[in-house]
């Protein structure tokens, strides 16, 4: 089939690349959500401040994997595509 | 739409045949930043030289360094005048360092781990942020991040055999249908942690890259040193500080009973 020219896999692997990054909105609403529960934790005990912002940068790191993960199909479409 | 577009397409040169189209080494390496100095054959197998290589000579050296001269400053610091300023900085640094590692891994087993903690946080955190100084990260390169969780994976089942003994192996079928789930849990964790690290360091390098490879080079004069501040430094040190977290998280699992 002519159909699967090389082109057509690059045109194709990039829009699979934008849709991947769609995923980047789940870790930005959770990373959010963390930062203000954060805020919140200090403004009712600034005594914990240090605390709460550890535990509070921990939970965003762990939130943030599935963007990381999306960004990585993405980069891995664009430049370490075996079929383009 | 008829085939005759299609074959015209074809036709002018985008010509190919689906199927996997061998693509070497070199060209995936150099498309991502990473440039080859020179290869060896061992084995069957090409190694290469790359820039990786390099920027992790350059900052062990530079941590090696780093550490002679902390080392001479706390040999010739007057414990009865003022501390200097490279003394109040070293003080800050390791004062840090054994907070977080004896508040998070306990006081009896923190002592043990706040030396390797230490190493790996400044390694991380140099190598993170030797993008200012115009090297390319190595913590962008996954061989890095990959054998740095490997190195905590191991630790990890180490402590585990000599705390838990045999209940280390018991305790991956305690509810019996969960089995698989649990192996996956454990296997997953250096591969989430390496690609944590990988993708935030990576992601900054590629931005940066597309950056100064898109703009004519008068419009790159001063304001790109904010997103450097941002993506190198900033995401750098929060990034190190990460890995190092979760490294004693999850050691410090292993010490319940």
Known sequence: MEIFNKAFVQGCSAIGAGIAMIAGLGPGIGQGYAAGQGAAAVGRNPGARGTVMGTMILGQAVAETTGLYSLIVAILLIFVNPWA | ?257
């Open chain 2, 1 to 257: 739409m008829g085939s005759d577009v299609l074959l015209a397409l074809s036709a002018r040169g985008f010509g190919g045949l689906p199927g996997v189209v061998s693509q070497s080494n070199d060209a995936i390496g150099e498309k991502i930043g990473i440039n080859s100095y020179g290869s060896v054959t061992l084995f069957g197998y090409r190694f290469y030289f790359t820039s990786t290589h390099i920027a992790l000579l350059i900052i062990v050296i530079a941590v090696t360094v780093l550490a002679l001269l902390a080392n001479r400053v706390i040999r010739k610091a007057d414990p009865y005048g003022k501390p200097g300023m490279a003394m109040t900085i070293i003080e800050t640094v390791v004062g840090f360092i054994d907070n977080t590692t004896y508040s998070n891994m306990g006081e009896k087993h923190g002592g043990a781990f706040r030396n390797y903690i230490g190493t790996l946080l400044l390694f991380i955190f140099f190598s993170n942020i030797s993008g200012v100084f115009g090297l390319r990260p190595p913590t962008a390169d996954y061989g890095v991040t990959f054998g740095l969780a490997m190195i905590t994976f191991f630790i990890i089942h180490y402590n585990g055999f000599k705390y838990q003994k045999i209940k280390h192996i018991t305790g991956l079928f305690d509810p019996i249908p969960l089995t698989p789930i649990n192996i996956i849990g454990e296997i997953s964790t250096p591969i989430s942690m390496s690609l944590r690290l990988f993708g935030n360091v990576l992601c900054g390098t590629v931005i940066m890259g597309l950056l100064y490879n898109l703009l004519p080079k008068f419009l790159l004069l001063f304001w790109p040193g904010a997103l450097h501040v941002y993506f190198d430094l900033f995401s750098g040190a929060i990034q190190a500080y990460v890995f190092t977290m979760l490294t004693m998280v999850f050691v410090s699992k292993t010490f319940e009973e």
